[in-house]
């Protein structure tokens, strides 16, 4: 060890600190920020007599127009001291230098502690990168907290849509960022199975299917059913339009004519009846509800694969409704709700700032909340929830609000505590979906079309020279899904978000198919370097020389596992797709600055291949968290 630092003493310009000279430590666990933290915590005490948490500690990059890699914030500091910004400052570098192994120099600006950090402390990270195949990802263990999270959440009278796919990408690609922070992830769908909904596609097959079944007119189930839903609307509406006609003939108001329309409506009357029915267990209704219930199920395990999603347990609200009946039963039997004349059970929720809500209908029929809280009491009973997350869009705010109150009152731990991920809506450039006026961006034709467009543009960019019409086709669809989910999930979820293929699929750009191929440069980089017998060692010595350019990108590098970190605490998918473009769009200009292959020396070489090959690694382990395939070439 001291032979090497004596080495790296005489191939720098800048002397190593005294300390590393003496250091047996190899930096086995090697990371910077973590170094700093802990000795600036350590500092704080001895200085100034203090005890401070790791949290108090801020570490940011350095702004380009001043020396050094990281900023130790000072703020948090200044109190504490009881001295001059500057001299606290001075006082912590002092310190910092003389005990942290990984601090080279440092300097104050206006109270800001800039530190510049050892070259060999950059090449022993780069190495602690290089050794983890899994660098950013933490390993659960049976005594992790377990973190269900519930998404997809579709109706079993339509396909899925856009909206579905920003849901499904959105709560997978959370999953995956929980589970690299250590936790065990249950990963649900609750089917809305039943309900009032279901029964309008049923009753228009009924009265206008003729029979038709997927087979017979060669639709996909979801598609099939969705069209019914389509027909019962339109038939509902043109059945409104007569009989407001009609009662304004007899006199009645507009507001008049259109309320006792919908209330005379036969058509509306015949699906609450068979909404009762179905719940009466009526064989005739549920033999049909079975029925076109699986024909859907069918067409949406095929829109789950070809989306690259799925689930370890799906609940049906057909099945948790009597529970969430039940629940509801006894928290009225303890006083916790109250019946009103009409037989409906109500839950009085003004004390915690909201008015109140139906549970239960005065026919008895279940609502959206008592179906809600059967599904929890059943996850409940069959998992050790520590953390229940909830995707769903923004409009539910309300709905979640209650239902955490609800679940509380009820005696579920988590209750209160239960996370509603909520985002925004998607738009499209010619304006909002309406399905129930058949209007819906399909997610099958949606997907189809973004694969056929990125086809398209690599054929166009000859990107698909000297490859098999199979190699073309796999790649056509890494490439659309990619483009498709980093488009959606580079977005902050809480936003509305505007969706255009045609910017999606761009080869430049802050887009999935730019830092795609990029990935697959470097792929192809490794590959020739492995052609020429290039073989990188296991473990890089800490004497190879750097540039500023090189220790910005292990910097960039370094930054991962905080980021992982912090897009877990924030729930934040959109956190990781940024990085991946920052660090996409880093390597590119180092690449632009500077030769890989043909290098100036062996050493620079050596260097330069480990930065790529761990870049790649990076890129691949990020784009994983967001559910996007890598191509290995392009």
């Not at 200085?47 to 914030?73: H, I, Y």
């Amino acid at each position: 060890m001291i032979l090497a630092v004596l080495s790296l003493l005489k191939t720098q310009k800048k002397s190593l600190p005294l300390h590393l000279l003496t250091e047996k430590s190899k930096y086995n666990s090697m990371n910077i920020e973590s170094e700093i933290i802990a000795t600036v915590v350590q500092a704080v005490k001895e200085c100034f007599g203090q005890d401070v948490p790791t949290t108090m500690v801020q570490l940011q990059k350095t702004k380009a127009e001043f020396e050094g890699n990281l900023t130790l914030v000072m703020f948090p500091f200044f109190k504490l001291s009881r001295l001059k910004p500057e001299d606290t400052a001075q006082q912590l570098g002092d310190y910092l230098a003389k005990h942290c192994k990984v601090v080279q120099s440092f300097n104050v600006v206006k109270g800001f502690l800039n530190l510049t950090i050892a070259p060999a402390a950059w090449i022993l990270s780069l190495n602690h990168i290089n050794r983890d195949s899994r660098f950013g990802k933490k390993s659960a263990n049976n005594e992790s907290p377990l973190v269900m999270i519930e998404y997809s959440s579709p109706n079993t009278n339509k396909p899925l849509h856009l909206g579905h796919v920003r849901n499904n990408l959105l709560g997978w690609s959370l999953a995956q960022i929980m589970e690299a922070n250590g936790n065990r992830v249950v990963k649900t769908n609750i089917v809305n199975d039943r309900g009032i909904h279901i029964c309008k596609s049923m009753l228009a097959w009924k009265k206008w299917g003729n029979g038709a079944t997927p087979e017979s007119t060669g639709k996909k189930g979801d598609h099939l059913i969705g069209d019914y839903y389509v027909a019962f609307d339109q038939h509902y509406r043109a059945e409104l339009a007569e009989l407001t006609a009609k009662f304004k003939a007899e006199g009645m108001t507009d507001e008049e004519a259109e309320k006792r329309a919908k209330e005379d409506s036969p058509l509306m009357k015949e699906a609450h009846d068979m909404l009762v029915r179905w719940e009466q267990g009526d064989e005739e209704v549920r033999a049909l509800w079975k029925k076109m219930n699986d024909w859907v199920y069918q067409g949406f395990d095929e829109t789950y694969k070809a989306m690259g999603v799925g689930f370890d347990k799906i609940y049906y609200e057909s099945e948790t409704y009597l529970e969430g009946k039940a629940k509801v039963e006894e928290g009225l039997a303890k006083g916790l709700f109250f019946r009103k004349p009409d037989g409906s059970v109500w839950a009085d929720l003004s004390n915690e700032g909201l008015d109140q809500k139906i549970l239960l209908r005065a026919d008895g029929t279940s609502v959206y909340m008592t179906q809600d809280i059967g599904t929890a009491d059943l996850r409940f009973k069959d998992y050790p929830i520590d953390k229940m997350i909830y995707v769903v869009g923004n409009e539910q705010n309300y709905h979640f609000q209650a239902l955490s109150i609800l679940l509380d009152r009820l005696g579920f731990k988590w209750g209160k505590e239960l996370v509603h991920f909520s985002y925004g809506m998607v738009e499209l450039p010619n304006g909002k979906m309406k399905s129930r006026e058949g209007t819906v961006v399909d997610a099958d034709d949606l997907m189809e079309e973004m694969v056929s467009a990125a086809r398209h543009t690599s054929e166009e960019l000859g990107k698909f020279a000297d490859m098999t019409e199979n190699e073309r086709n796999e790649i056509a669809r890494i490439v659309g899904m990619g483009a498709l989910k980093y488009f959606i999930l580079k977005v902050d979820a809480r936003k509305n978000m505007l969706f255009n293929p045609e910017e999606s699929i761009d080869f430049n750009g802050n887009t999935g198919p730019f830092i795609q191929y990029t990935y697959a440069r470097i792929r192809s980089i490794m590959r020739k370097a492995e052609a020429e017998g290039i073989v990188l060692p296991s473990v890089l010595p800490n004497t190879l020389p750097l540039n500023e350019k090189e220790v910005q990108l292990i910097q960039k590098l370094n930054s991962f596992e905080t980021v992982v970190e912090q897009a877990g605490k924030d729930y934040s998918p959109s956190g990781i797709a940024n990085y991946c473009y920052e660090l996409t769009k880093d390597f590119n200009q180092f690449y632009h600055d500077y030769s890989i292959l043909n290098a100036e020396s062996a050493e620079a070489k050596t260097l330069r291949l480990a930065l790529a090959k761990n870049v790649a690694k990076t890129i691949k382990n990020g784009m994983q968290l967001l559910g996007i395939e890598v191509p290995e070439r392009m």
